[in-house]
């Protein structure tokens, strides 16, 4: 769908390279009015670009981003598993030094599981 009037290039989308050329010969030779108008053209164009972009591929981030997050709970799930089994000396390690090159998430789940089994002895 190509324009005499710099309509859409390749596609639905547009040529920004083609807009930025007319932004800077406007700024450089063009009056006010024209400066305004290339520029305001150009932000038009690359929000165009991006609203395409988000139609063409929106449903695929999508489903990778609910993807990671079925991943990530499913890890964390056998992480806390895992962790439940450990004596409480070996969780306040994880906790207090990292041990193991442990993140901040493993940490976290040390502290609750510590935590956890505080309260639980506390309450007999």
Not at 112 to 118: A, C, E, G, P, V
């Amino acid at each position: 769908m190509s324009g005499k009037d710099g309509g859409k290039e390749s596609g639905y989308y547009y040529d920004l390279g083609k807009a930025w050329g007319e932004v800077r010969d406007n700024f450089a030779n063009g009056t006010n009015r024209k400066k305004i108008s290339s520029a305001a053209s150009l932000v038009g164009k690359a929000l165009s670009n991006v609203a395409v972009h988000v139609m063409n591929n929106g449903q695929s981030y999508a489903d990778s981003a609910t993807t990671s997050i079925k991943m990530t709970a499913e890890r964390r799930k056998l992480l806390v598993e895992n962790y439940m089994k450990l004596p409480s000396s070996e969780l306040l390690a994880i906790y207090k030094e990292g041990a193991g090159g442990v993140g901040d998430e493993e940490r976290n789940i040390a502290f609750r599981i510590l935590l956890q089994r505080k309260k639980s002895r506390g309450s007999d």
